[in-house]
């Protein structure tokens, strides 16, 4: 009778401080998701297919990107066209204050000479040396080239404000310019998201889309699984937890490989109860009190003791049958 339920007891690991079935495989799975609005013209991988890092798995419509693409090319260099326009307007306003300021210079040495001589005439005519008339038409040319001179003062004056206005628009511009290439940039970077690619080497999950499909940005199109990454993640129990070490090594067995064993390596045990982690986390705190034995998960990678044709056939969701007590060697 003892015989019996100790073999009862090792098969089913009965009061087993240091095994769990508990334990899964596991591996990054991460969504493909689209960047822009179209239709799906064409899908080029199926479900659980091997990829390549850069392999093309569905190409979107890209008529109306294309569009959009050539609308900012066309902004960005009528941008450019403003800027050079802008500038070729300041040379010309800085000439034209040039030639006023060589006009200045003739107007103010005629004034000048107006000037003196309305003066030689002033005293010419107080001393009767010449007439009234000849007095006055003197002084007619002094305030003709005097109205010149302050003409040609005020014209530079409004160029010289003109200068500056159109000065101030080449910061416009550059902001123009900036803006539109931006959007430029972006319209490219649409156009390159009209082909979706692999992220990484890695197989193919589930399909979420087909063709002729509309996705929006941020759609989930696939998964796909990083192969080359593998672990165990075990549920031990609270009362099991003080026979785990990390750094220990440990057997585990496969159900799906017909019980394949392999080494592993306990490299992290969690902060939290797997309780801890779900959505709605178990409180006790209200009602009637019911222990129940919560579960540690603990990482436990593979060790390179292991063949990695045979880790290969491990897939994510498998289950593992862990136990601390045994090296795979026994």
């Known amino acids: 009778g003892f015989g019996l ?92 204050v040039s030639v006023m300021e060589s006009n200045i210079a003739g107007a103010k040495a005629r004034l000048w000479n107006a000037e003196k001589n309305l003066n030689r005439y002033k005293n010419l005519l107080a001393a009767e040396a010449v007439t009234k008339q000849q007095f006055d038409q003197m002084k007619t040319e002094y305030d003709a080239q005097k109205a010149v001179y302050q003409t040609l003062i005020n014209q530079k004056q409004s160029a010289n404000l003109s200068t500056t206005e159109v000065r101030s628009k080449l910061g416009i511009n550059d902001a123009e310019i900036k803006r539109t290439k931006a959007a430029l940039d972006m ?65 585990m067995t496969a159900d799906a490989l017909g019980g394949e064993k392999f080494e592993g390596v306990v490299t992290a ?21 019911i222990k129940v034995q919560q579960r540690i998960p603990v990482r436990i990678e593979f060790t390179d003791a292991n063949k990695k044709e045979d880790v290969a056939k491990l897939s994510a969701g498998m289950n593992m049958n862990v136990s601390i007590n045994k090296k795979l060697k026994d």
């Open 187 to 251: 319209a490219k970077i649409n156009l390159s998201y009209t082909v979706i690619t692999a992220p990484y080497d890695g197989v193919m999950g589930r399909r979420t889309i087909s063709e002729g499909q509309l996705i929006q940005p941020g759609q989930q199109v696939a998964t796909i699984v990083l192969n080359n990454q593998k672990w165990v993640t075990a549920n031990f129990l609270e009362s099991q937890m003080p026979n785990i070490r990390i750094g220990e090594k440990l057997m």
């Open 269 to 289: 045990v969690s902060a939290a109860t797997g309780s801890r982690y779900s959505s709605v986390p178990t409180d006790n705190s209200t009602g009637n009190f």
């Open 5 to 96: 339920f100790w073999l009862i007891r090792q098969y089913f690991h009965i009061g087993d401080k240091t095994y769990t079935e508990a334990a899964q495989v596991e591996e990054f799975i991460n969504p493909i998701n689209t960047r822009v609005s179209a239709y799906i013209k064409e899908i080029k991988f199926i479900e659980h297919q091997q990829v390549k890092k850069g392999d093309t798995l569905a190409i979107l419509d890209d008529r109306e990107i294309i569009t959009q693409l050539g609308q900012a090319e066309a902004a960005y260099q009528n941008a450019l066209a403003q800027r050079s326009a802008t500038g070729s307007s300041i040379n010309t306003v800085s000439n034209n």
